[in-house]
């Protein structure tokens, strides 16, 4: 093996690592914001007229994707076709699929405990793998002796 082909082999590995590294970054970025929205609903869950938002996962990906010119391919005509979403307002929108309450208030204080859940566990699972890759990087350098 020659050190050309050495030193090409490093830079791809180095390439991919931080790709993996900037993507899970991104998405502990978007559960921190959408922790933010779900904690602003519970807050306001007596506010009369106020209108419970939401970050969508669709609109988030979306954003993501058109900054990679990422093109689908489809292999069968019974996959799903990718048509992107434009946000309204960037990636927190208002959530359409609130029930109304007679204050005009659209909080269920279920619906965002469930959500809260549900995105903590996405943010643990997501920390978690960029502890990995990390320890992973660490290991490697130390040539295997921790």
């Known amino acids: 093996m020659s050190v050309r082909s050495f030193r090409g082999d490093v ?4 390439d991919k690592f931080m790709q ?33 938002q939401e970050v969508p996962f669709e609109q988030v990906l979306d954003a993501e994707v058109s900054k990679r010119s990422f093109q689908p391919h489809r292999t069968d005509p019974r996959h799903y ?6 946000p309204q307002s960037g ?11 007679m204050d005009e208030n659209t909080v269920d204080l279920e619906h965002e405990m469930n959500e809260l859940a549900k995105n903590t566990l996405y943010y643990n699972a997501l920390s978690t793998k960029i502890t990995k890759q990390f320890s992973r990087l660490r290991l490697a350098i130390s ?3 921790s």
């Not at 076709?81 to 434009?86: A, K, L, S």
């Not at 990636?91 to 309450?101: D, H, L, Q, T, Y």
């Open 11 to 14: 830079i791809a590995l180095t």
């Open 20 to 52: 993996s590294v900037t993507s899970l970054e991104r998405g502990l970025a978007t559960a921190a914001l959408r922790n933010q929205v779900i904690a602003h609903n519970i807050a306001n869950i007596d506010t009369p007229g106020y209108q419970a």
């Open 81 to 86: 076709t990718w048509e992107p979403v434009t």
């Open 91 to 101: 990636p927190v929108v208002r959530n359409a699929n609130g029930v109304m309450r």
């Open 143 to 145: 040539g295997g002796n």
